[in-house]
């Protein structure tokens, strides 16, 4: 068993150093959250309840460099879902705002990197969008409205997509008699009531044009996120 989560743990490694900055593309960079999940489910699969409830749970921040909520609101609940993590967002005041994953170490980790990778997605697609003849069309005063409206669009389609994925892999799970969805929502819950936390809900972001919310919609669904690993994943050596 040692061996070989040796070697899950690393080929989970290797897919999480594809990034654009180790010259990946955006594309490539989200389908390897596909395989770094689907590899997650797989080794989990394998672990007996003891084994995973030995497993200590963490927390993991990601800070927005902002002070109000940005386009991520839309997208996190769906990169939770997928990652079997507990999000939620909070504001540190002169510190800015961050969104923060619980869960086991392994789950955290995907959903941080998840989240890295499709924020980054999204704002190099809204860059693009700035350039479309549709964005230029807009008045001044409209752009910057239909800018965010794009970034909100994308990122709430990503992550149907992710609870999509998720949700197929839960059958696949459950077709080889073990539903460890149930054990690892008791764990998190459990540990998250450690904490003393008391969450409470907050609205989703108002957007105010629908045609951007649209073009970002389609924007979010031409990523290959089913495909699994190609291009520059194969050559480097990276399998399943």
């Known amino acids: 068993m040692s061996n070989k989560l040796d070697k899950v743990k690393e080929?989970?490694?290797?897919?999480?150093?594809?990034?654009?900055?180790?010259?990946?593309?955006?594309?490539?960079?989200?389908?390897?959250?596909?395989?770094?999940?689907?590899?997650?489910?797989?080794?989990?699969?394998?672990?007996?309840?003891?084994e995973l409830k030995k497993q200590d749970c963490i927390q993991k921040d990601v800070w927005t460099g902002?002070?109000?909520?940005?386009?991520?609101?839309?997208?996190?609940?769906?990169?939770?879902?997928?990652?079997?993590?507990?999000?939620?967002?909070?504001?540190?005041?002169?510190?800015?705002?961050?969104?923060?994953?619980?869960?086991?170490?392994?789950?955290?980790?995907?959903?941080?990197?998840?989240h890295c990778v499709i924020n980054r997605a999204i704002l190099e697609e809204a860059e693009n969008y700035r350039t479309s003849d549709e964005y230029r069309m807009y008045p001044g005063a409209r752009k910057r409205k239909a800018l965010r409206a794009f970034k909100y669009g994308m990122a709430e389609r990503i992550g149907t997509r992710l609870r999509e994925i998720k949700k197929a892999r839960q059958e696949w799970m459950k077709s080889q008699g073990r539903d460890l969805i149930?054990?690892?929502?008791?764990?998190?819950?459990?540990?998250?009531?450690?904490l003393g936390m008391n969450l409470r809900s907050v609205a989703g972001a108002r957007v105010t044009d629908r045609y951007g919310y649209g073009q970002g919609q389609v924007a979010g669904s031409k990523f290959n996120l089913n495909e699994g690993l190609k291009g520059s994943a194969s050559r480097k050596g990276i399998s399943g």
């Not at 490694?13 to 960079?29: F, I, K, P, W, Y």
């Open 11 to 50: 080929k989970i490694r290797r897919l999480s150093e594809m990034t654009v900055e180790n010259g990946c593309s955006e594309n490539e960079a989200l389908t390897a959250t596909e395989k770094m999940g689907r590899l997650l489910d797989e080794h989990q699969l394998s672990m007996s309840d003891i």
């Open 66 to 114: 902002m002070t109000v909520r940005d386009h991520m609101q839309g997208c996190i609940s769906g990169i939770a879902f997928y990652s079997d993590t507990k999000p939620w967002m909070s504001t540190g005041g002169r510190t800015g705002m961050k969104y923060v994953y619980f869960g086991l170490p392994d789950d955290v980790e995907l959903a941080h990197y998840t």
């Open 182 to 194: 149930v054990l690892k929502d008791q764990l998190v819950k459990s540990s998250f009531q450690t």
